[in-house]
Antibody, heavy 122, light 108 residues
Framework: EVQLLESGGGLVQPGGSLRLSCAAS????????MTWVRQAPGKGLEWVSG???????YYADSVKGRFTISRDNSKNTLYLQMNSLRAEDTAVYYC????????????????WGQGTLVTVSS | IVLTQSPGTLSLSPGERATLSCRAS???????LAWYQQKPGQAPRLLIY???TRATGIPDRFSGSGSGTDFTLTISRLEPEDFAMYYC??????????FGGGTKVEIK
């Protein structure tokens, strides 16, 4: 059974940093194009970042230069390092897996984690 | 690519037909368009991909259609559990991939 378990969210001051983790089970993360999607309170979904099976990384313009996606194949875990956090980064962050093991990020998402809340506030 | 969903809110009764629209600012490559359902406090669920292919376990009252820049999600007969938010997403262009702003289907 596929499971995605996020952790690392919390309250951080503007300008601070957090690292989110997503522990995967039931599949191997480096076979898939994994993504992070966020949802601000009461708002819609926003694609944040993706990492392909070959290790290529992609970012939304709103986080480029501040966020870094990575994975540890030995731990089967996806990460999102978030630096220079802003109030507008406040959201639930979801780790997401696509529906096929092509390794491409450009695929529909069929498994989501439960989400982890990041609150940026002083 | 910018995705615009309409209407913002759809007020219908159980048993009625729901028609949700998703319009793209430019043509979606290979009709790589997905629809998701999201209920309060839950993660989204994949309903449709490739514009018209139902995901595993999705009831056949959900159907997707369209191509190019205009796409539609139809729920033929609304069940009580179908009242939720619905989002479209394009995954045909290079990242960043984009979501529409969502349509809320509420009980009339």
């Amino acid at each position: 059974e596929v499971q995605l378990l996020e952790s690392g969210g919390g309250l951080v001051q503007p300008g601070g940093s957090l690292r989110l983790s997503c522990a995967a089970s039931g599949f191997t993360v480096d076979n898939y194009g994994m993504t992070w999607v966020r949802q601000a309170p009461g708002k819609g979904l926003e694609w944040v970042s993706g990492i392909s099976g070959s290790g290529g990384t992609y970012y939304a313009d709103s986080v480029k230069g501040r966020f870094t996606i990575s994975r540890d194949n030995s731990k089967n875990t996806l990460y999102l390092q978030m630096n220079s956090l802003r109030a507008e980064d406040t959201a639930v962050y979801y780790c997401a897996k696509p529906n096929e093991s092509s390794g491409y990020v450009r695929r529909p998402i069929d498994h989501w984690g439960q989400g982890t809340l990041v609150t940026v506030s002083s | 690519i910018v995705l615009t969903q309409s209407p913002g809110t759809l007020s219908l009764s159980p048993g009625e037909r729901a028609t949700l629209s998703c319009r793209a600012s430019q043509s979606v490559t290979s009709n790589y368009l997905a629809w998701y359902q999201q209920k309060p406090g839950q993660a989204p669920r994949l309903l449709i991909y490739g514009a018209s292919t139902r995901a595993t376990g999705i009831p056949d009252r959900f159907s997707g259609s369209g191509s190019g820049t205009d796409f539609t999600l139809t729920i033929s007969r609304l069940e009580p559990e179908d009242f939720a938010m619905y989002y479209c997403q394009q995954y045909g262009s290079s990242p960043p991939l984009t979501f529409g702003g969502g349509t809320k289907v509420e009980i009339k």
